[in-house]
Each structure stands twice: as structure tokens, then as C-alpha cells.
């Protein structure tokens, strides 16, 4: 029963969702174009559209071995961290903790979504 409600519920917000979307939807557009027109290479064609996501695949694909770098970089802070680890003080212990309780909820938000947004399980 509840189940059902809820499924009621959440059609009548995707249809609230879809009818202001058919209001306001070009309006939006319009405006989200026209505050990033700095942004938009003219003419906008297919080919210019192709050229910029070959750009910035290639791009993100030489930014590689900057993040490696960086990623070692930071692993390196974290040993040395470690190996200093009664040096340190009860802030950077509560932030530590923090970070961890942090990444952890993301795994469980994570799981989730991947679940179908249900607590118990998987929909079998």
C-alpha cells in the first residue's frame, strides 16, 4: 500500500515537473544561451562539434601524466603523514575522520542509486 502511494506520488510530480518544463522550458533555454554565449563557437555545425570533443578528448587524455604526478605527489604526503603520525594533533585526527565518514556516505549513496533508490535490496 505504501508502495503504491509513493509510486502515485512520484507520478504526480513528474507530471508537475513535465508541465512546468513545457511552460518555461524555452524561456529557460534562451536565457541559459544567451548568459553563456561567450561560450558558443560559431557556426554551431556538426563537424565544429565533432573537432571539439576530439579537442577535449585529447586534451583530457595529455593531462595524464600531470594527475599521475600529482596523485604520486599527494600519496607521498600521505605516507609521510603516516610515518609522522604521532606528531599529530587532534584536528587533523577529527578531519581524517571526517574524510572517512564522508567517502563512506558516498559509498552508501552510491549503492542506493545503483540499487534503485531502496534501503533493503535489490528489485529481484
Not at 4 to 13: H, V
Not at 38 to 46: C, D, F, L, R, S
Not at 59 to 86: C, H, M
Request: proline content about 2%; overall charge positive; some cysteine.
Amino acid at each position: 500500500m505504501a508502495l503504491a502511494s509513493k509510486l502515485a506520488q512520484l507520478q504526480g510530480k513528474a507530471c508537475e515537473a513535465t508541465r512546468f518544463v513545457a511552460r518555461h522550458g524555452c524561456a529557460y533555454q534562451r536565457a541559459l544561451v544567451e548568459k553563456n554565449k561567450k561560450y558558443i563557437v560559431e557556426p554551431p555545425t556538426i563537424e565544429k562539434c565533432q573537432e571539439l570533443s576530439k579537442q577535449l578528448f585529447y586534451t583530457r587524455l595529455a593531462s595524464i601524466p600531470g594527475r599521475y604526478e600529482a596523485f604520486w605527489k599527494e600519496l607521498d604526503q600521505v605516507k609521510q603523514l603516516w610515518r609522522n603520525r604521532k606528531d599529530l594533533n587532534v584536528e587533523h585526527a577529527g578531519i581524517a575522520a571526517l574524510f572517512g565518514i564522508e567517502l563512506y556516505a558516498w559509498l552508501c549513496a552510491g549503492e542506493i542509486v545503483g540499487r534503485g533508490f531502496t534501503l533493503t535490496g535489490y528489485h529481484v
